[in-house]
T-cell receptor, first 115, second 115 residues
Framework: AQSVSQHNHHVILSEAASLELGCNYS??????LFWYVQYPGQHLQLLLKYFSGDPLVKGIKGFEAEFIKSKFSFNLRKPSVQWSDTAEYFCAVNRRGSGYSTLTFGKGTMLLVSP | EAGVTQFPSHSVIEKGQTVTLRCDPISGHDNLYWYRRVMGKEIKFLLHFVKESKQDESGMPNNRFLAERTGGTYSTLKVQPAELEDSGVYFC?????????????FGPGTRLTVT
């Protein structure tokens, strides 16, 4: 079975600090990788995704993530966070293939950015 | 286009009562998913509809949960009778096509509290 581990449950940063949120997954086959974000009072929305190709993917709002296959990792980064980045961030995977779409999520990381 | 909507946003019921949650997917999306997040835990898959058919219901916790998708449009998730451990946030998501590479769009969730 697939599983996803997010390293930090709560992160507190000051504005302009750099961010890196860790995500490791466990699965023996080929996966697609996702980061979702839930801003306060809003829906879960897709931040970025990796299917294949360049392991460094860029998403919305200046976020990027790097897939390191040998480490089963897909860490999320942002060079300089803003107060508006305060949200809960979820790493997720699904099994690659036409018949597979169910997402397996990590427990989430709550990011608080102080102005 | 209108997003995924869920009703109600909050529900507080007593143990043993029945609750029905509703999800309206994005128009034209054949795939509809239910997920649940129990407090402090990860978001977990419950089931997946393709049109009106249940593609995968491996995540349904027990037979107190019944999901339907009449006519392949909106879906309902009934919990009968509700137990304390059913408390959590129930998310619905939809996607246009079946397959791991298609983005799932999430609704705002229904927060269910069983007392």
């Amino acid at each position: 079975a697939q599983s996803v581990s997010q390293h930090n449950h709560h992160v507190i940063l000051s504005e302009a600090a750099s961010l890196e949120l860790g995500c490791n997954y466990s699965y023996g086959g080929t996966v697609n990788l996702f980061w979702y974000v839930q801003y306060p009072g809003q829906h879960l929305q897709l931040l970025l995704k990796y299917f294949s190709g360049d392991p460094l993917v860029k998403g919305i709002k200046g976020f990027e993530a790097e897939f390191i296959k040998s480490k089963f990792s897909f860490n999320l980064r942002k060079p300089s966070v803003q107060w508006s980045d305060t949200a809960e961030y979820f790493c997720a995977v699904n099994r690659r293939g036409s018949g597979y779409s169910t997402l397996t999520f990590g427990k989430g990381t709550m990011l608080l950015v102080s102005p | 286009e209108a997003g995924v909507t869920q009703f109600p946003s909050h529900s507080v019921i007593e143990k043993g009562q029945t609750v029905t949650l509703r999800c309206d997917p994005i128009s034209g999306h054949d795939n509809l998913y239910w997920y649940r997040r129990v407090m402090g835990k990860e978001i977990k898959f419950l089931l997946h509809f393709v049109k009106e058919s249940k593609q995968d219901e491996s995540g349904m916790p027990n037979n107190r949960f019944l999901a339907e998708r009449t006519g392949g449009t909106y879906s309902t998730l009934k919990v009968q009778p509700a137990e304390l451990e059913d408390s959590g946030v129930y998310f619905c998501a939809s996607s246009r096509n079946t397959g791991s590479s298609y983005e799932q769009y999430f609704g705002p969730g229904t927060r269910l509290t069983v007392t």
